[in-house]
Structures are given as C-alpha cells and as structure tokens.
C-alpha cells in the first residue's frame, strides 16, 4: 500500500503564488510518473502536469508557463509552484503516483486533496 501526503494549499490573491509538495511513502518499487490533478466544483479531476521517472514534464495549456512541476529532495515527491495564481485557478489539488511494485503490477495511488483558493 503507498500513501501520499500533500501540503502547502491555502487561500491567496490573484496574481499570488503558492508552492503545493506532494510526498509518498510504501510498497514502490520502480516509480514511472508523479502529477498533480485539479477539481472545481461542479467539474471532472483534470490532469494539470506531470513528470516521469526521466524527468520529461507535461503541462495542461491552461497552466503552461505559470506552473511548474519538479521532483523533491524525497525519492518519492514532487512539487508543483504555482504562480500569476487566477481565480479559475480555484480547485482541490491532488497527486497522484503512478509506479510498479515488487510483483510487477502497474499501480496508482492519490493523495487526499488540498484545496487551493485563489481570490479576485
């Protein structure tokens, strides 16, 4: 079983920044990627970006060039700065592992969420 701890969520001004970091713990064998969704109310979990084992990042276009993903000091984690925050930026965020554990199944887990509230 792997769980996830995420942190750094909160409520900050429209033009603001916040730094989400997402750490996970458990039966990992091999790590193949490690992203972060969003869900407004109302709306589907959508991927926001992402980054494999190598190092190669994808970004949602509504986030590009205002968001970056990286991978922790932790062997398991990832971070995700978000600046030039816009209200549409409001959601819960989750991470999300995706990885191999020691009998050869591909697995994902989630984090619990943490919401992100951006005001106008």
């Known amino acids: 079983q792997v769980h996830l701890v995420e942190s750094g969520g909160g409520l900050v001004q429209a033009g603001g920044s916040l730094r989400l970091s997402c750490e996970a713990s458990?039966?990992?064998?091999?790590?193949?990627?490690m992203g972060w969704y969003r869900q407004a109310p109302g709306k589907e979990r959508e991927l926001i970006a992402a980054?494999?084992?190598?190092?190669?990042?994808v970004y949602d276009d509504s986030v590009k060039a205002r968001f970056t993903i990286s991978r922790g000091n932790a062997k398991y984690s990832v971070n995700l700065q978000m600046d030039s925050l816009k209200p549409e930026d409001t959601a819960v965020y989750y991470c999300?592992?995706?990885?191999?554990?020691?009998?050869?199944?591909?697995?994902?887990?989630w984090g619990q969420g943490t919401q992100v509230t951006v005001s106008s």
């Open positions: 980054i494999t084992s190598g190092g190669r990042t």
């Open positions: 458990g039966n990992i064998f091999s790590l193949d990627a």
């Open positions: 999300k592992i995706q990885y191999g554990d020691a009998e050869g199944y591909d697995l994902a887990s």
